[in-house]
C-alpha cells in the first residue's frame, strides 16, 4: 500500500507546508511589526491629539442634582423605566428573583418577608430613600458590593428619577 515513494511525498508535502507557513509568518512579521519593547527600535507616536486644558481637573460638567429631578419627575415614565426591572422584581406583593418593589420607597433594608437578602446591603443602607435608591440603582454592584443583584444599573439621572417617583406611587 504505502511504498518509498509515497511516503517521501508525504513527508515532503508536510515539510513544504511548514517551510511556506514559517515564511508568511515571517514576511508578515516585517511587514507589520510595529516595533516597541524588547526589539531594540526606538518608537514615537504616529500622531498627536491636542486637548485644551482646563482648571477643574479634566472633570465633565454635571447636571442638575437628583432632588431637582426627582421633584419633576414624571412617574408615567417611570412606568416604562420600570421594565428593565419586570425580569426580577414584581409589583404585586410576591417575590421573584429579586423581592417585590410595593412601598419600597422608604422602606427599611432587607425588610421584605421571605426573600433571602445576600446582607450586603445593609452594610451600605439603611432605609431605601429615593437619594438611597439613586445611589443603588445607577450601579448596583457598585454602591454595595457583595449584593445578589446583577442588573448593571440605569445611566441616565432623568431616567432612575422617574422610576424611582412611579416606585413611590406603590406605596
Known amino acids: 500500500m504505502f511504498d518509498t515513494m509515497t511516503l517521501t511525498k508525504i513527508v515532503g508535502g508536510f515539510c513544504g507546508a511548514l517551510l511556506v507557513f514559517l515564511l508568511a509568518g515571517w514576511a508578515g512579521e516585517m511587514l507589520y511589526h510595529v516595533g516597541g519593547e524588547g526589539h531594540g527600535e526606538e518608537t514615537a507616536q504616529a500622531y498627536i491629539i491636542e486637548v485644551e486644558e482646563t482648571d477643574d481637573g479634566g472633570a465633565e460638567e454635571e447636571g442638575p442634582a437628583f432632588e431637582e429631578l426627582y421633584a419633576s419627575a414624571d412617574a408615567d415614565a417611570g412606568a416604562k423605566v420600570f421594565g428593565k426591572c419586570k425580569a426580577c ?55 454595595a458590593p457583595g449584593t445578589k443583584m446583577t442588573f448593571a444599573g440605569i445611566k441616565k439621572a432623568q431616567d432612575r428619577a422617574d422610576l424611582i417617583a412611579y416606585l413611590a406611587t406603590l406605596n
Open 89 to 143: 422584581h414584581k409589583i404585586d406583593g410576591s417575590n421573584a428573583t429579586g423581592p417585590h418593589l410595593d412601598g419600597v420607597v422608604d422602606r427599611a433594608v432587607d425588610a421584605v418577608d421571605g426573600y433571602s437578602y445576600s446582607g450586603a446591603l445593609e452594610e451600605h443602607f439603611d432605609v431605601w430613600t429615593p437619594a438611597n435608591l439613586n445611589v443603588f440603582i445607577e450601579d448596583p454592584k457598585g454602591a
